[in-house]
């Protein structure tokens, strides 16, 4: 029965098996049904002024000729359109949107298509403590617009003795760009997605942070507690100095990128045992180096590179030369919490230079793109799609 189908894949909490997934592809009614049930959702989290759940849920009822004896399921189904839908895995959703064949019969579309997926339900920053658990913000951390820059946001961690010593980790969502002040007056910039783990003042012989994405810092001077930001196994080390991490996994012995902007940092790896790896010797980095771990972590490369991407980024742009359109259009997705589909297979061997402010309006970046004249993009259902 479809109803019992729907069900088990759009409850909230469910995992979604390869042969659902399968199913979905195939049966045009159980699609449908997924649909419902997510629109339905994304209307609740729009807010809609004239949206009535009951009704949707009757209209459901109805379209899927569904039991409405049967108590339990119909609350369930109420139960997964008042939670929006949101435990659903976006690989789901992605496969009752984007895979099976639209509705005019144009050509399909395929999982690998997918550049980037937003994620519409979680629109606001989550600071969970040292266990896992979630706090009250307001109690930790000062937040304010940056009035200078739109979509920028400045987060102050409040630094009061009469806050129990702890370790929390802030993860910032995709759509908007935050910038962390830590108590020894350090600045963070973090790209969209990424987060941060600190502890909520600085004690002991070191200022440590632990970073997972990418992130700019602009370090506060302190000879006497040098700054150290851990991604994965990997440790840089400064006294004040400015730098950009890009991380690629905190499970991963790897921090993918170090590239020192200004003052000097040290690089080195710790083995797994949390001894320093004697395979990995250290390296010291002079302004505009960039330190890279090879995926044998075997050694760490060091190599001149134009810091301007960096800075520029800092400073509010978008700044890409050379890249590949691929690397482009995940960025763009990033920052504006909007899904990528692209169907030009050719987006990994199309090299571009692109420059933009970061606040600017999605369509005038649509435009900068199509005047590449490399790729015809366009934004449609509040996704960007490439051809």
């Given at each position: 029965m479809i109803t019992e189908e729907v069900l088990d894949i759009m409850e909230p909490g469910a995992s979604v098996s390869e042969q659902q997934k399968q199913k979905l592809k195939e049966d045009a009614d159980l699609r449908q049904a997924c649909e419902d049930i997510h629109i339905a959702a994304h209307l609740l989290r729009q807010q809609k002024e004239d949206f009535d759940v009951e009704e949707k849920l009757e209209q459901f009822n109805k379209n899927h000729q569904f039991q409405i004896n049967h108590q339990h399921r119909k609350s369930m189904v109420r139960r997964m359109i008042l939670a929006g839908g949101i435990a659903v895995a976006a690989a789901i959703l992605w496969v009752v949107f984007f895979v099976h064949p639209s509705i005019d019969g144009s050509s399909k579309k395929t999982e690998t298509d997918l550049l980037f997926a937003a994620n519409e339900d979680?629109?606001?920053?989550?600071?969970?403590?040292?266990?896992?658990?979630?706090?009250?913000?307001?109690?930790?951390?000062?937040?304010?617009?940056?009035?200078?820059?739109?979509?920028?946001t400045v987060v102050k961690v409040i630094d009061d003795e009469t806050i129990p010593l702890d370790t929390l980790r802030l993860t910032i969502p995709y759509g908007k760009d935050y910038?962390?002040?830590?108590?020894?007056?350090s600045k963070v910039k973090l790209r969209p997605g990424s987060r941060i783990s600190y502890p909520t003042r600085f004690v002991g012989s070191n200022r440590q942070v632990a970073l997972h994405g990418e992130a700019y810092f602009m370090v506060a001077k302190d000879e006497k507690k040098p700054f150290v930001v851990?991604?994965?196994?990997?440790?840089?080390?400064?006294?004040?100095?400015?730098?950009?991490?890009?991380?690629?996994?905190?499970?991963?012995?790897?921090?993918?990128?170090?590239?020192?902007?200004?003052?000097?940092?040290?690089?080195?790896?710790?083995?797994?045992?949390?001894?320093?790896?004697?395979?990995?010797?250290?390296?010291?980095?002079?302004?505009?180096?960039?330190?890279?771990?090879?995926?044998?972590?075997?050694n760490i490369y060091v190599e001149e590179v134009d810091t301007d991407p960096y800075t520029m980024w800092r400073d509010g742009y978008f700044y890409f030369d050379n890249?590949?359109?691929?690397?482009?259009?995940?960025?763009?997705?990033?920052?504006?919490?909007?899904?990528?589909?692209?169907?030009?297979?050719?987006?990994?061997?199309?090299?571009?230079?692109?420059?933009?402010?970061?606040?600017?309006?999605?369509?005038?970046?649509?435009?900068?793109?199509?005047?590449?004249?490399?790729?015809?993009?366009?934004?449609?259902?509040?996704h960007i799609v490439v051809r």
């Open positions: 979680a629109s606001q920053p989550v600071l969970t403590n040292s266990k896992g658990k979630p706090v009250d913000m307001a109690t930790y951390l000062d937040m304010a617009e940056n009035p200078t820059t739109p979509n920028s910038t962390v002040e830590l108590p020894d007056g851990k991604t994965g196994n990997v440790y840089t080390r400064v006294l004040g100095t400015e730098f950009n991490i890009k991380a690629k996994n905190e499970h991963e012995m790897s921090a993918s990128e170090i590239t020192l902007v200004k003052g000097s940092v040290e690089v080195w790896a710790m083995s797994s045992n949390g001894q320093p790896s004697k395979a990995l010797s250290r390296k010291v980095l002079k302004p505009g180096q960039q330190a890279k771990l090879n995926t044998q972590f075997t890249i590949n359109m691929r690397e482009l259009l995940l960025a763009i997705g990033q920052r504006y919490n909007m899904s990528v589909v692209c169907h030009n297979k050719d987006i990994e061997k199309l090299r571009v230079r692109f420059i933009a402010e970061r606040d600017s309006n999605i369509n005038y970046i649509i435009e900068k793109i199509n005047g590449l004249g490399t790729v015809d993009a366009s934004v449609e259902d509040g």
